[in-house]
């Protein structure tokens, strides 16, 4: 079986699992699990891209500015 059909197939039965469990779990416990998964990739995400010098240049706010 190719590699492409190969994820194909398991790309189903994760999303038919996924579609039968749903209905099962609160939503308030859906929300959080949701929650703490994409901040995860975030901060994962955010991190690296500070290790690597792919983040974002800030420096510290002047105070005396904008007075």
Do not use: W
Request: glycine share 8%; aromatic share 6%; no cysteine.
């Amino acid at each position: 079986m190719p590699p492409k059909r190969l994820s194909m197939v398991v790309g189903r039965v994760v999303l038919g699992a996924a579609r039968v469990i749903k209905p099962l779990v609160p939503k308030r416990l859906a929300a959080a699990a949701e929650d703490r998964f994409f901040g995860a990739v975030f901060h994962l995400t955010r991190v690296t891209n500070d290790n690597y010098g792919n983040g974002t240049q800030e420096t510290p706010a002047d105070p005396t500015k904008n007075r």
